[in-house]
């Protein structure tokens, strides 16, 4: 049953075994060890260790003390998700402590603690059962720990608050009190495991601060560019402006002659697999040391004939291509070209979505430390293990001679996923062994060294038919992309929306082959596809002369067997849609926004749903605009089902930044390249959305589905641009097919 949950803004999936370790103190710790899912019901239970044991494995996750203090590991990158809290509140609940009197600690990288990730919404998702699992076994070893004491049988005791109970004989013993104890009992088996009922939880689905909201308010240093080490020299890194291009001449002596300077060279860049591109290293005693240094340094650079490529060549090149057939035919469902002969109407529509850089406001950065053999790293990155795994190929040494600590990360967005910037502090650390090193890049060099959200075209045609319903759908879509292949970022599958509610179908794509390096951008793929076809929906919808969210909800029911569906928590969720859940956003989303309001002329509401990253998304978008063209967004109402909610305030908080954050790309931010060259530097030719355009109102309305919990940092994000797009179209009968919507003149009369 499903029942609306609303809140207004302001797998085990891989397990192995248990252990138990003492702690110096007599403490218990309790680590966990992922393997795969199918392996728990086989696993064998971890030996005890000695009593007495003065060490413990650094892969501990939770760690009880004598006296009653409770220190929960956060495994995964904090990258404004809110993973440093959601996670540990999971392992919380079933611990049985309350959450005021947990501790939380960032864990460094340690295969020991499994996968550690930021991206693909996965963080809730792929931990939620494990990481119960672990709460539970602890709570009942000390249930065992507390009985074994009284001599009294297991069920008659009851873990509460951070103690276990014997009602009968009225006697209570702390945590603190049964770790000694509990550190010699054998690990029960995880089939034994008794997890909480949802009905009984008092920490999952509650609203809960972030553990460090007290330290970011008051600038303590917890992001990577706040990292410090005695005698530490500060780094830059260039590179060419045309992307691949090498160091062919340049004044690195008169550089190397600056006051602060302790350093200049140049460097071929590693191999393909290394991550690491040609440049100048430029080592000072301060970062506008450094920095200075860096606008004094000129260089020639070769560009290997990689400097002809231009945003306004590559629109060129999709309008031929879309006079052609398709390079490659993706999917034919059913008789397209038919279906277009017998149509009551058909629409015909190119859409366009540019590149993007993903503008985190921390640029990158890394802090190494390279000493007899060894890598010492403190790297903001979404992929620890990579970047442990690229440094260590880089300087030829052993992976287990790098160690990896994990700073908060200020942005990320898909950029984190790559480790280009910590490769570059690895090489520049090995030329200076035993100093620390802070490589910072600058704001300009983070603009134009991304890995860009792809850019693509839609070229479009669709039918209604004469009971008003969309019976066919043609897309040839041009899309950037590498050695001839169409970028993952772009690529359309054959079962996407809508394949499989259109009983007539044809998806073919041809590809333009760029020099640009390309990149995840939050919500990949869905970030692009949900923008042009939910907006080209409302557009078959208004042609058909019906109101889109029926005529929505009358296309989802029309859905047919699919050969191969997506599975369940795949990539962007194509089919199968669970229809019940994204048709109860989309009526829920209706209600709250009072859809469909009678609004004046340059006023409108749009509506937007999509399916991603396990999530499923409603958006209602209210909009203004003045006749002179001045775009208001006066309001947002998202519906919102990811299964049970873990933190209120941390949900609320994804859905109103990935809303915000939608409506900034959608807005106002291109990627222009000429003469292979990227134009934009800083913000103010790449604007973020301030606070005076921001929706007045925002309102998040969760519908809390029994199903497997997950993520939220992107399922709200690719509903945005459509909802916007369609409510401008609402207000003034202007159509916006391409982004970003600054470029459009919306003046009416």
């Not at 956060?74 to 402590?97: F, H």
């Not at 990579?386 to 908060?408: D, F, S, Y």
């Not at 749009?606 to 002179?628: M, W």
Request: aromatic fraction near 8%; include cysteine; glycine fraction near 12%.
């Amino acid at each position: 049953m499903t029942t609306p949950a609303t809140f207004n803004s302001e797998a085990l999936s891989r397990r192995g075994f248990l252990k138990i370790t003492s702690l110096a103190g007599g403490g218990l710790m309790l680590g966990c060890y992922l393997g795969l899912r199918d392996s728990l019901a086989a696993a064998e239970p971890a030996p005890a260790p000695a009593a007495g044991a003065t060490e413990f494995s650094p892969n501990a996750f939770i760690r009880i003390m004598p006296d009653g203090a409770v220190t929960i590991i956060a495994k995964n990158p904090e990258i404004g998700q809110g993973v440093k809290t959601s996670l540990p509140m999971i392992v919380a609940e079933e611990l049985e402590v309350p959450w005021e009197s947990v501790t939380v600690e960032q864990g460094g990288l340690n295969p020991a603690l499994g996968g550690q990730f930021a991206g693909g919404s996965s963080g809730v998702r792929s931990n939620y059962d494990p990481l119960r699992r672990m709460g539970a076994t602890a709570r009942m070893m000390l249930v065992s720990a507390a009985a074994q004491t009284w001599n009294v049988p297991e069920t008659e005791c009851v873990a509460e608050k951070g103690a276990v109970l014997h009602k009968a004989s009225n006697r209570r013993a702390t945590y603190g009190d049964l770790v000694a104890k509990a550190a010699t009992l054998p690990v029960p088996d995880p089939k034994t495991v008794i997890l909480k009922d949802p009905k009984d939880f008092t920490i999952i689905g509650r609203r809960i601060g972030g553990v460090d909201n007290r330290k970011l308010v008051t600038g303590q240093p917890l992001f990577g560019v706040d990292q410090t080490q005695p005698g530490m020299l500060y780094a830059v890194y260039v590179k060419s402006p045309v992307f691949g291009g090498k160091f062919q001449s340049g004044n690195l002596d008169e550089v190397k002659k600056l006051d602060g300077v302790k350093d200049a060279w140049a460097i071929d860049g590693g191999d393909e697999r290394s991550g690491l591109s040609p440049g100048v290293a430029i080592v000072a005693d301060s970062t506008w040391s450094a920095f200075k240094a860096r606008k004094t340094l000129a260089v020639v650079w070769d560009e290997g004939g990689k400097g002809g490529e231009s945003s306004a060549g590559y629109a060129q090149q999709a309008a031929d291509l879309a006079k052609g057939q398709p390079q490659k035919e993706v999917a034919t469902i059913g008789t397209p070209d038919a279906a277009f002969g017998t149509a009551a109407k058909t629409v015909e529509g190119a859409y366009f979505y540019p590149y993007l850089s993903h503008a985190t406001l921390e640029p990158q950065n890394c802090t190494a430390l390279f000493k007899d053999g060894r890598l010492e790293l403190w790297a903001p990155t979404q992929t620890p293990a990579q970047g442990q795994g690229m440094a260590a190929g880089l300087l030829g040494i052993p992976k287990e001679n790098v160690t990896l600590h994990l700073t908060r990360i200020g942005g990320g967005f898909g950029r984190r996923l790559g480790n280009d910037y910590v490769v570059e502090a690895a090489a520049i650390a090995q030329k200076n062994p035993g100093t620390p090193i802070k490589l910072m890049w600058t704001r300009e060099q983070d603009m134009q060294h991304d890995a860009y959200r792809t850019a693509a075209w839609h070229f479009l045609k669709g039918a209604v038919d004469a009971q008003g319903k969309l019976s066919a759908w043609s897309n040839h879509i041009v899309a950037l992309g590498h050695n001839n292949t169409v970028h993952g970022e772009a690529e359309v599958r054959a079962d996407e929306f809508p394949s499989a509610f259109v009983p007539n179908f044809h998806l073919g794509a041809s590809v333009i082959s760029s020099n640009v390096p390309m990149g995840a951008f939050r919500a990949p793929g869905a970030n692009g596809n949900a923008f042009i076809f939910i907006s080209f929906v409302d557009e078959l919808a208004h042609a058909a002369g019906r109101d889109p969210l029926q005529f929505g909800l009358d296309l989802l029911s029309q859905a047919r067997p699919v050969q191969a569906p997506t599975p369940p928590g795949g990539r962007r969720g194509g089919a199968p849609w669970d229809i019940s859940r994204i048709k109860g956003v989309m009526q829920l989303a209706a209600e709250k926004s009072d859809w469909p309001k009678k609004l004046p002329r340059g006023q409108g509401q749009g509506l937007a749903y999509y399916f991603s990253y396990s999530g499923y998304v409603a958006i209602v978008a209210d909009v203004t605009v003045s006749r002179d063209g001045a775009l208001r967004v006066d309001k947002f109402t998202a519906a919102v089902d990811v299964g049970p909610v873990i933190n209120l305030s941390g949900a609320e908080n994804q859905v109103q930044g990935a809303m915000t954050d939608g409506l900034s790309v959608a807005w106002r931010q291109e990627i222009v390249i000429d003469k292979g060259r990227v134009q934009q530097n800083n913000f103010n030719d790449y604007q973020l959305l301030r606070m005076n355009d921001a929706p007045a109102v925002v309102e998040v309305h969760f519908i809390q589905t029994g199903v497997h919990p997950s993520g939220l940092g992107e399922p709200a994000l690719p509903p945005t641009a459509p909802a916007v797009c369609n409510a401008i179209f609402a207000a003034t009968g202007k159509r916006i097919r391409s982004l970003p919507i600054s470029q459009h003149d919306l003046s009416w009369s």
